[in-house]
DNA sequence: CGGAAATTTGAGACGAATCAATAGCTGTGG
DNA sequence: CCACAGCTATTGATTCGTCTCAAATTTCCG
C-alpha cells in the first residue's frame, strides 16, 4: 500500500520528481539532482507540518502521499489538498509565516530540503509556476465541493490526480498507485466514507474506473473528462519567453 | 446599492486601501498614494479578468465588490472568492500567465493598475503576504464548502467579510455595506438562493445577524465565531524582524 | 493465524434541491 | 404620478441526495 515499499529503486522515485520539476522551467538537472542530496523519510499518518506552528523549511516529495488538511473543534475532518511527488511543502513567499494547515503523510514520505531559490538558475520561475498550478488545484477543489455532485467530485479528484501524476511520470497504461482510502477520499470531497463508497461502486458498474489493491484505472479519461465537464487545467509549462 | 454611489469622498475610499495595503508590509504611504494615481471604473456585470484570456496588468481594487468565479458548461456557477478594497486582482508570479478564472465586478469597481514590484519599496513583501492571506481564505472557503452545513457556511463567511472589511476600514459599530444577493450568496456557498434565503430568516430569528437595504450587521462577532468553530485567520501582519 | 483497518450492505432520517407561485422593491418611461 | 418590467426576496409542497447508525464482510499486516 505504500509507494515507496515497492521494489522500484529509489532513483526512479527521485527522478520523477525532477522530472516534475525540471518541466516547470528549464533546471540545470545535474544541479537540481545535487540539491536533492539528503533525503528524510516520514511514516504514515506523522505530521509534516502542524497548524499553527512556525515553518521550518521549505521541502520537496520525493515519493509518497501528504494532504493538507483542517479540523474542527468537533472532529470533523477536511483535506485541503494532496501532496504528490514532485510537490513542494511549505513554500511560501513569506517573511516568517505559520502554518496555515497541518500537512499530514497519508503514507511513508521520502522529502528533501528544498533546495534554495536562488541555488540554480530558472528555479526561481519553476517555484512560481509550481505555486501558481497549486493555486489552481485550490480553485479546482472549491468548484468541486462547491457545485459538483458526489459522483461527479470523485471522477474529478481522479483526474485531477491522474493529471498530476502523469506529469510526474508516475502513470501507466494501467493507471496509477492510488494510496488513499475511501475515507480520505470523504475528508477530501466533503462527503461521507460510507456514501464514497456507494458512488466508487456505481462508477464500476458503469466502467468508469477500476480500483484494486490500491492502483486506479481510469477507464476513459477523455470521455470522463466530458462527462463532468472539467475544464483541465492548462497553466504554461512552457519555458518564458526570452 | 452600489457602494460608491454614496456621499462619501472618494478620497476616503482609496485611504481605505491604502491603509489596507500599508499594515500588510511597511510602505512609504505617500509613494503608494502616487501610484494609485489613474483610476478607472467598470460597470456591475462586467468582466475584468476572463478565464483563459491573458491577464493584462494586475490591479488594486479602490472600491466595489468583485468575484473570481468559473462556470461549468451547465450553466452552474461557482464563487471561488470575494475580492474587496485592497485586494489585488491577476497579481501572480509567472511570467505569462493565463486567467484561471473570470474576475466579475459584482458592483461598479474602481481599480487603479498596481504599483511595480520594485516601485516602493517594501512592496515585495506586502504582495508576498497579501498573496498568502489570499490562499488562507480559499483554505477557509474549502473548509466551509467541505465540511459546514447551510448555516455554517453564511455565518462563517459573514465572519470572514467582517474580518476583512474590517482591516479595510469599512466596518463601523452598525455593520458593514453587503452587496451580495442572496444568490450571490448561494453561488459562493454552493447553495440555492432559495435555501440561502430559509437560513438567513433563521439567523434573523436566532438574532445572530441584520441584514437590511445592503447593509449588514453581526449582533455578535466573537460568539458567532465560537459557535461556528471558526479558527480565524492569523497571517503575521507585523513587520518581519531585522 | 488473529486483530485491526477498510470496505460493503441495509434501513431510515434529514438537509438541501426543485418547482412553482407570490410579494416587494427599483428604476423607467409614458 | 402611475404602470409596468425586471430583479430580489419570500413562501409552500414535494423530491432527491446524502448522512447516520449499525452490522457484516473482506482485506491487510504483523
Same mark, same amino acid.
Given at each position: 500500500? !505504500?509507494?515507496?515499499?515497492?521494489?522500484?529503486?529509489?532513483?526512479?522515485?527521485?527522478?520523477?520528481?525532477?522530472?516534475?520539476?525540471?518541466?516547470?522551467?528549464?533546471?540545470?538537472?545535474?544541479?537540481?539532482?545535487?540539491?536533492?542530496?539528503?533525503?528524510?523519510? !516520514?511514516?504514515? *499518518?506523522?505530521?509534516?507540518?502542524?497548524?499553527?506552528?512556525?515553518?521550518?523549511?521549505?521541502?520537496?516529495?520525493?515519493?509518497?502521499?501528504?494532504?493538507?488538511?483542517?479540523?474542527?473543534?468537533?472532529?470533523?475532518?477536511?483535506?485541503?489538498?494532496?501532496?504528490?511527488?514532485?510537490?513542494?511543502?511549505?513554500?511560501?513567499?513569506?517573511?516568517?509565516?505559520?502554518?496555515?494547515?497541518? !500537512?499530514?503523510?497519508?503514507?511513508?514520505?521520502?522529502?528533501?530540503?528544498?533546495?534554495?531559490?536562488?541555488?540554480?538558475?530558472?528555479?526561481?520561475?519553476?517555484?512560481?509556476?509550481?505555486?501558481?498550478?497549486?493555486?489552481? *488545484?485550490?480553485?479546482? *477543489?472549491?468548484?468541486?465541493?462547491?457545485?459538483?455532485?458526489?459522483?461527479?467530485?470523485?471522477?474529478?479528484?481522479?483526474?485531477?490526480?491522474?493529471?498530476?501524476?502523469?506529469?510526474?511520470?508516475?502513470?501507466?497504461? $494501467?493507471?496509477?498507485?492510488?494510496?488513499?482510502?475511501?475515507?480520505?477520499?470523504? $475528508?477530501?470531497?466533503?462527503?461521507?466514507?460510507?456514501?464514497?463508497?456507494?458512488? !466508487?461502486?456505481?462508477?464500476?458498474?458503469?466502467?468508469?474506473?477500476?480500483?484494486?489493491?490500491?492502483?486506479?484505472?481510469?477507464?476513459?479519461?477523455?470521455?470522463?473528462?466530458?462527462?463532468?465537464?472539467?475544464?483541465?487545467?492548462?497553466?504554461?509549462?512552457?519555458?518564458?519567453?526570452?
Amino acid at each position: 500500500m !505504500v509507494m515507496i515499499s515497492s521494489s522500484a529503486a529509489p532513483e526512479n522515485l527521485e527522478l520523477a520528481a525532477l522530472r516534475r520539476l525540471s518541466r516547470l522551467a528549464p533546471v540545470d538537472q545535474a544541479a537540481l539532482a545535487a540539491a536533492l542530496g539528503e533525503q528524510r523519510t !516520514v511514516r504514515v *499518518h506523522r505530521d509534516l507540518i502542524r497548524e499553527g506552528q512556525e515553518i521550518v523549511e521549505p521541502r520537496l516529495i520525493v515519493a509518497g502521499w501528504a494532504a493538507r488538511s483542517r479540523i474542527l473543534p468537533d472532529g470533523r475532518r477536511q483535506f485541503l489538498s494532496f501532496l504528490l511527488p514532485g510537490d513542494l511543502i511549505g513554500m511560501c513567499r513569506q517573511p516568517r509565516p505559520l502554518a496555515v494547515a497541518t !500537512v499530514v503523510a497519508l503514507t511513508d514520505v521520502v522529502y528533501c530540503v528544498a533546495p534554495p531559490r536562488d541555488a540554480i538558475p530558472h528555479l526561481t520561475d519553476a517555484y512560481a509556476t509550481s505555486g501558481a498550478i497549486e493555486e489552481a *488545484h485550490l480553485l479546482g *477543489h472549491i468548484l468541486r465541493l462547491g457545485r459538483l455532485n458526489a459522483q461527479e467530485r470523485i471522477g474529478d479528484l481522479f483526474l485531477e490526480l491522474h493529471e498530476r501524476l502523469d506529469l510526474a511520470g508516475l502513470v501507466s497504461r $494501467d493507471g496509477f498507485e492510488m494510496p488513499l482510502t475511501q475515507e480520505m477520499l470523504a $475528508d477530501a470531497l466533503g462527503l461521507t466514507a460510507v456514501h464514497v463508497n456507494r458512488m !466508487v461502486q456505481q462508477m464500476r458498474r458503469d466502467n468508469d474506473v477500476k480500483w484494486k489493491n490500491g492502483r486506479l484505472t481510469l477507464v476513459d479519461p477523455v470521455a470522463l473528462t466530458r462527462k463532468i465537464g472539467r475544464a483541465s487545467i492548462r497553466v504554461s509549462l512552457d519555458a518564458p519567453a526570452g
